[in-house]
């Protein structure tokens, strides 16, 4: 059972325009979210994280969206430069638990230029 | 700098076999984990340690143990390696338990 999905393998951005990631949790008692990039042949790197008693977060050109009721939570990045390409993870954990991380299975961000 | 390394990059053994994968910080995190990268899945933990002498299960822990002897290493051992954990392997390390866990850069396990 897949506590975190997202649901897009793939997407692809004009450079310069919107880039929006989804991602869908099913498990109520996450209350902390993360986003890490990854490039090819390197580990995952940290992006952006949003608690859940914040509804956004934003840093520079990314910013997180958090809607609880819907269990959903988004990555927009403004504007989207072709560096931007990799694969992205949403990610979520629970203060009530563990604090262990589930990841999602990744979405693959193309930027043309 | 402080970083998080993992050794050999690349490995190609066969099935039976035992490997050891090295994952060494240098950040003095008492946190440490596992984890596997397979297309589909995502990123699953394998095991992961809070401190010295403590060591946890994950999600995906069969045929797999790790050992935590000092704060900056945390090798995983495939005691018996099979075709189906050819995979990427991600080491990652955090502070504390809601801090932002680091990635090492991966090692690539080929089992034939």
């Known amino acids: 059972d897949q506590q975190v999905k997202q649901n897009s393998p793939s997407l692809s951005v004009q450079e310069g325009r919107i880039s929006i990631l989804n991602c869908d949790y099913t498990?109520?008692?996450?209350?902390?979210f993360l986003w890490y990039k990854k490039y090819p042949a390197e580990g995952p790197t940290f992006l952006i994280s949003i608690s859940s008693i914040k509804d956004k977060n934003e840093d520079g050109r990314f910013t997180v969206f958090l809607n609880k009721s819907a269990k959903h939570l988004s990555l927009h990045i403004v504007p989207s430069q072709p560096g931007d390409s990799a694969v992205y993870f949403c990610?979520?954990?629970?203060?009530?638990?563990?604090?262990?991380?589930?990841f999602g299975t990744g979405t693959r961000l193309k930027v043309l230029a | 700098d402080a970083e998080i390394t993992q050794s050999p990059r690349h490995k190609i053994t066969e099935t039976g076999r035992q490997v050891t994968l090295a994952c060494h910080q240098t950040w003095n995190h008492n946190n440490m984990f596992w984890y596997r990268q397979d297309l589909g899945h995502g990123l699953r933990l394998i095991h992961y340690?809070?401190?010295?002498?403590?060591?946890n299960k994950g999600e995906v822990s069969d045929g797999y143990s790790v050992s935590r002897s000092n704060t900056e290493d945390l090798p995983l051992t495939l005691e018996s390696a099979a075709s189906s954990q050819t995979s990427v392997y991600f080491c990652a390390s955090s502070e504390g338990l809601k801090e932002t866990q680091y990635f090492g850069p991966g090692t690539r396990l080929l089992v034939l």
């Open positions: 498990n109520s008692m996450f209350d902390y």
């Open positions: 990610a979520a954990s629970s203060s009530s638990g563990t604090y262990k991380y589930i």
């Open positions: 340690s809070y401190g010295v002498q403590d060591t």
